[in-house]
């Protein structure tokens, strides 16, 4: 089992450039999140998904922007990379919303921003 | 904004000891998961509690959830070097959303055989 699976897992970027994350998940979740993790921060929500073709804010989504195109895939953008941005950042899949279902999170992506 | 206060930060005790961290918070929560997770690796869930003052059992982790449904504390027993990691305690607030979960900062903890 695949599980969600986020590519690249590793990327440099100099500040100003932009990127693409992936997410896939092979479990057929209607619900996809992207989260960051920073040290002495903790897990925070970015974006989320609570179906194909929507897209809404989470706690610090600025400077981010994703789209759900189709169901598994999940889409993390970058458009001018900052330094801030600086981070580990994981996309996450769950069956039910938030409150009681589980969250199934890929290995992470780690973005340094020079 | 419902925030999550982990303790301690950081633990580091010797392979068969006993262990306590705590999850506190003012706000209620409807249900609270704990998650652990490894370096190099996304978090993993490990136990989901709902109503208050529910304990659960996982081999040598137990779960509690406080009465008032604000706070949660993970015990373990003996603990092994495999235990070694971060948790992680997320809190589902009473609003319903899809955003609902709002995760504490962790608890690095370190078995040293």
């Known amino acids: 089992n695949a599980g969600v699976t986020q590519t690249p897992k590793f990327r440099v970027l100099k500040t100003g450039q932009s990127m693409t994350l992936l997410c896939a998940q092979d479990?057929?979740?209607?619900?996809m999140y992207w989260y960051r993790q920073d040290p002495g921060m903790g897990l925070r929500l970015i974006h989320y998904?609570?179906?194909?073709?929507?897209?809404a804010k989470g706690e610090v989504p600025d400077g981010y922007n994703v789209s759900r195109l189709k169901k598994q895939n999940f889409l993390l953008g970058l458009e001018s990379a900052a330094p801030s941005q600086t981070s580990v950042y994981f996309c996450a899949s769950s069956f039910n919303r938030g409150n009681t279902g589980e969250l199934f999170f890929g290995e992470g992506s780690r973005l340094t921003v020079l | 904004t419902q925030l999550l206060e982990q303790s301690p930060q950081f633990l580091s005790i010797q392979e068969g000891e006993n262990l306590t961290v705590y999850c506190n918070s003012s706000s209620v929560f409807s249900s609270l998961q704990w998650y652990r997770q490894e370096p190099g690796e996304g978090p993993v869930l490990l136990v989901t509690?709902?109503?208050?003052?529910e304990v659960k059992k996982l081999k040598r982790l137990t779960f509690q959830f406080g009465d008032a449904r604000k706070d949660s504390s993970l015990h373990i027993t003996a603990a092994q070097p495999g235990d070694t990691g971060l948790y992680l305690c997320a809190g589902a607030g009473s609003g319903g959303g899809a955003d609902g979960l709002t995760f504490g900062k962790g608890t690095h903890l370190i078995i040293q055989p």
């Open positions: 509690v709902v109503t208050g003052g």
């Open positions: 998904s609570v179906g194909e073709g929507t897209t």
């Open positions: 479990m057929n979740h209607e619900y």
